[in-house]
């Protein structure tokens, strides 16, 4: 299995609602990741989990809320969302950078809009 | 966050011709990733190159890693329609899983 999955492709919300976004990849890599990307944008790094733990949070806004339950799997919780929050989500895995640099798999992302 | 500009950021091309796309940054990367991107898609690998003044060829693709390894092109030889799409270059510093991508290159190859 060489593939990121991401759940579900497409989500609707409303400003009061939460939902969450998941992601899993059997591939064996020990970090894994969360960008943002807005239209006509290149992804914008959000979250870094390396064997399990939060190693990098870019600034994001508290209504974000990573999860990593084990080593498959990486989840991202939304609450109390904005307009401005709409974009694709995407999930990557990788090597932990211990174990060299061979590149990223991205998952075909959750289309969000928050209305 | 490091900043990586791409150029051109747009380029339409006829069927045929060759192209350049250049990377561009001030910071030292352990390693310089290339990917592209459909609409509505992650971006999807091509190349990764970790040592300074490395080239790399995938058929008509070639990449380039700088000797300072801040740097960065991707030429593409006889462009093919099937070669549309978002062209991303992305660094990660060394010791960190923190890949940033740069600005984009938009790509239109004309049948």
């Known amino acids: 299995d060489t593939e990121v999955t991401q759940t579900p492709k497409h989500l609707v919300m409303g400003m009061t609602n939460k939902k969450s976004l998941k992601c899993e990849q059997h591939m064996g890599h020990r970090a894994m990741y969360w960008y943002k990307q807005k239209a006509k944008k290149p992804p914008e790094l959000m979250f870094v989990?390396?064997?399990?733990?939060?190693?990098i949070n870019e600034s994001v806004p508290s209504r974000f809320s990573p999860e990593c339950p084990n080593s498959s799997l990486l989840n991202l919780h939304l609450h109390a969302l904005q307009p401005e929050d709409s974009a694709l989500y995407l999930c990557?895995?990788?090597?932990?950078?211990?174990?060299?640099?061979?590149?990223?798999?991205f998952g075909s992302g959750t289309r969000l809009t928050v209305v | 966050t490091q900043l990586l500009e791409q150029s051109p950021q747009f380029l339409s091309i006829q069927e045929g011709e060759n192209l350049t796309v250049y990377c561009n940054s001030s910071s030292v990367f352990s390693s310089l990733q290339w990917y592209r991107q459909e609409p509505g898609e992650g971006p999807v690998l091509l190349v990764t190159?970790?040592?300074?003044?490395e080239v790399k060829k995938l058929k008509r693709l070639t990449f380039q890693f700088g000797d300072a390894r801040k740097d960065s092109s991707l030429h593409i030889t006889a462009a093919q329609p099937g070669d549309t799409g978002l062209y991303l270059c992305?660094?990660?510093?060394?010791?960190?899983?923190?890949?940033?991508f740069g600005t984009g290159t938009r790509l239109t190859v004309i049948p």
């Open positions: 990557a895995s990788s090597q932990a950078a211990q174990q060299g640099n061979y590149g990223y798999t």
């Open positions: 190159v970790v040592t300074g003044g």
């Open positions: 989990y390396s064997y399990e733990k939060l190693s």
């Open positions: 992305a660094g990660e510093e060394a010791g960190a899983n923190n890949l940033f």
